[in-house]
Antibody, heavy 124, light 111 residues
Framework: QLQLQESGPGLVKPSETLSLTCTVS??????????WGWIRQPPGKGLEWIGS???????YYNPSLKSRVTISVDTSKNQFSLKLSSVTAADTAVYYC????????????????WGQGTLVTVSS | QSALTQPASVSGSPGQSITISCTGT?????????VSWYQQHPGKAPKLMIY???NRPSGVSNRFSGSKSGNTASLTISGLQAEDEADYYC???????????FGTGTKVTVL
């Protein structure tokens, strides 16, 4: 059974960089059938796609966050990572890593596996 | 890119059927058959319930069904059960640069 697990600091100071890693177990991140990505959910609010990465390293970002986001993949460790720079309180959210089908695009396809989510609070 | 519009809340009694709507535009819901529905219980990750408008992943109860008409997609839960009480989100592929748009979310209450 595929499992995804987020890890990283739960508290980040304003203007600093948020860094999270997602470790995939029970399956290979190098599958050509899937994108791996990040979705976030501010407390009490809806879902927002942040970006996706293919095992080859090709990345696709939400235009609203593109200038601050970097997603990378380490196939040797079966992990992918998120960096979000210059964070503000508006970036406080539960961050989910996830797997989605790659049949049409890097987003908009069904997300069939999710991590449990990790709350990241931006505060001094 | 604006979020897809869902009713804030829908309620029903056990055994009844309810329908949640998800309204977008011809650039997303109306233009593609790539609408998904997710169920989210408090403190938990979303769970895929419907994909490609009307397909159920393996293991999802057949009490959940999806459909689409024009720019509006719908999720119907039949034989409502207490365990169905959760938040539900739709999502769609979009031709805009954002690629994906989520719905505003609907809280389902079982009376």
């Amino acid at each position: 059974q595929l499992q995804l697990q987020e890890s990283g600091p739960g508290l980040v100071k304003p203007s600093e960089t948020l860094s999270l890693t997602c470790t995939v177990s029970g399956g290979s991140i190098s599958s050509s059938s899937y994108y791996w990505g990040w979705i976030r959910q501010p407390p009490g609010k809806g879902l927002e796609w942040i970006g996706s990465i293919y095992y080859s390293g090709s990345t696709y970002y939400n235009p609203s966050l593109k200038s601050r986001v970097t997603i990378s993949v380490d196939t040797s460790k079966n992990q992918f990572s998120l960096k979000l720079s210059s964070v503000t309180a508006a970036d406080t959210a539960v961050y989910y890593c996830a797997r989605r089908e790659s049949r049409i695009a890097a987003a908009g396809t069904p997300i069939d596996y999710w991590g449990q989510g990790t709350l990241v609070t931006v505060s001094s | 890119q604006s979020a897809l519009t869902q009713p804030a809340s829908v309620s029903g009694s056990p055994g009844q059927s309810i329908t949640i709507s998800c309204t977008g535009t011809s650039s997303d819901v109306g233009g593609y058959n790539y609408v998904s529905w997710y169920q989210q219980h408090p403190g938990k990750a979303p769970k895929l319930m419907i994909y490609d408008v009307s397909n159920r992943p393996s293991g999802v109860s057949n009490r959940f069904s999806g459909s689409k008409s024009g720019n509006t997609a719908s999720l119907t839960i039949s034989g409502l059960q207490a365990e169905d009480e959760a938040d539900y989100y739709c999502s769609s592929y979009t031709s805009s640069s954002t690629l994906e748009v989520f719905g505003t979310g609907t809280k389902v209450t079982v009376l």
